[in-house]
């Protein structure tokens, strides 16, 4: 087992607050080092993880470890096509670092019941996410991203906290709940080739990045 591996175990993923500099701490060494190419290589030659990349028309989601006793698991994002979505929350705490490109991310608030949110919910946060910078958040954050077609984030998730996420459209008022893993039908699993093009892209992001400081340690 990795010494990153140790510490991930470690995490308290209750408490958002303690999350962060543990989880930024191994997202900035794994991004500055060249142990994010080595755990990007190897996913092709992972059943286990291959199985568990997927994509939308405009996100590719690859699986770089995943700990089925913790629950945790690192991901990494490739967003295109100027990446849209509706506000929702998730069902598992997060960090996550921007290797290239950025999104604007606009947050709500807290929302812990699975009912419709109220018609008139408005952000209460907006964000510039720029490469080098990283954040944590709660899984019960609502949130929604407007990500240029460059963004590529890598993020280091918690285990499930609930069975649940809610997903709403402001313009229609409309609401509905999301429990994600199989019964996610808006994500396609990858194909063998599919994995291994878009590890080729990603392997080409995260090496470019490798040089740059996060911005939490150039600060």
Not at 131 to 158: C, F, K, M, N, Q
Request: proline letters at 7%.
């Amino acid at each position: 087992m990795q010494d990153w591996e140790r510490r991930i175990a470690g995490i308290d993923w209750r408490d958002a607050e303690r999350v962060h500099p543990e989880a930024s701490a191994v997202l900035t060494e794994l991004a500055a080092g060249g142990a994010l190419a080595e755990l990007l290589e190897q996913v092709p030659d992972r059943p286990d993880l291959a199985a568990r990349c997927e994509h939308l028309r405009s996100l590719d989601k690859l699986v770089l470890f995943d700990d089925p006793a913790s629950g945790v698991r690192l991901r990494l994002h490739l967003f295109k096509d100027r990446y849209l979505d509706l506000p929702h929350n998730h069902r598992w705490t997060f960090t996550s670092l921007m290797l290239r490109g950025g999104y604007t991310q606009y947050l709500y608030g807290p929302w812990h019941d699975e009912v419709a949110p109220p018609p008139d919910l408005k952000p209460t946060c907006v964000q510039v996410v720029q490469p080098g910078e990283i954040y944590t958040l709660d899984h019960t954050v609502v949130h929604s991203l407007a990500a240029d077609s460059s963004a590529v984030t890598v993020i280091l998730r918690g285990p499930v906290m609930k069975e649940r996420a809610v997903w709403f459209d402001r313009t229609t008022s409309e609401s509905w709940l999301h429990e994600g893993g199989a019964g996610d039908t808006r994500m396609q699993p990858m194909t063998g080739p599919e994995v291994e093009d878009v590890v080729r892209q990603a392997l080409a992001v995260v090496r470019g990045a490798s040089g740059r400081a996060p911005a939490e340690a150039r600060a």
